[in-house]
């Protein structure tokens, strides 16, 4: 079966601090994802990557970096963590191709920065 | 540009009831469309995905969706609600340029007893 797992379920962190969220896949998918997803927003995707060292933006880049180095692993880091980074992070992936292909998600890291 | 709305953030609906949560998208292209479920303090789990084989689709837990090409509506539907169902619900679109997909804002299904 299909998992997807991220290192933290809860977090807490201060104000200024680099904060890293850790995503682990193991069906080989291709595609990795990072959202946040706040009350009354939805999920907002921040960066995604097609392939090892390859990473793209987002809707909502800024304030954040991420880093893939094995096809495997998709790292989210907040480079100096602000409250407004308060949130629901979640990770997906996917198979490359065809357009049926749906996300799978993990379990989400909620993350607060004092 | 793909996109989804979903009608309404908040639907309430009697144990025993019909649910019905309803999702309208836009797409230039074919669309392909999703149905996700998030319970509580969990990521997103894909209940069904509409491929074009067949307008009704079934999907896990009694839920299916229909697709409806002239009302531009894949509304998600299960005959009778049960409580386990309190969950917040997802429709999405796959994006026609790239691998993404595109999710509405959510509707949180709360179950009356």
């Known amino acids: 079966d299909v998992k997807v797992t991220q290192s933290s379920r809860y977090l807490v962190k201060r104000t200024g601090e680099k904060v890293f969220l850790e995503c682990v896949q193991d069906m080989d998918h291709e595609n990795m994802f990072w959202y946040r997803q706040d009350p009354g927003l939805g999920l907002r995707l921040i960066y995604f990557s097609y392939d090892v060292k390859m990473k793209e933006k987002g809707d909502i880049p800024e304030g954040y970096s991420v880093s893939r180095e094995k096809k495997e692993r998709f790292s989210l880091i907040l480079e100096s963590a602000s409250t407004n980074q308060t949130s629901m992070y979640l990770c997906a992936s996917s198979l490359q191709g065809p357009r049926n292909q749906p996300q799978h998600f993990g379990d989400g890291t909620r993350l607060s920065i004092l | 540009a793909q996109s989804v709305t979903q009608l309404g953030s908040h639907v309430s609906v009697s144990e025993g009831a019909l649910v019905l949560l309803r999702c309208n998208y836009s797409s230039s292209v074919p669309p392909y469309l999703f149905w996700y479920v998030q319970y509580p303090n969990q990521g997103l789990q894909l209940l069904l995905k509409?491929?074009?084989?067949?307008?009704l689709v079934k999907g896990i837990n009694g839920f299916e969706a229909e697709f409806k090409k002239s009302e531009t509506s894949f509304h998600l539907t299960k005959p009778s609600a049960h409580m386990s169902d309190a969950a917040e619900y997802f429709c999405a679109v796959s994006s026609n340029r790239d691998d993404k997909i595109i999710f509405g804002k959510g509707t949180r299904l709360h179950i009356l007893p």
């Open positions: 509409y491929t074009s084989a067949a307008t």
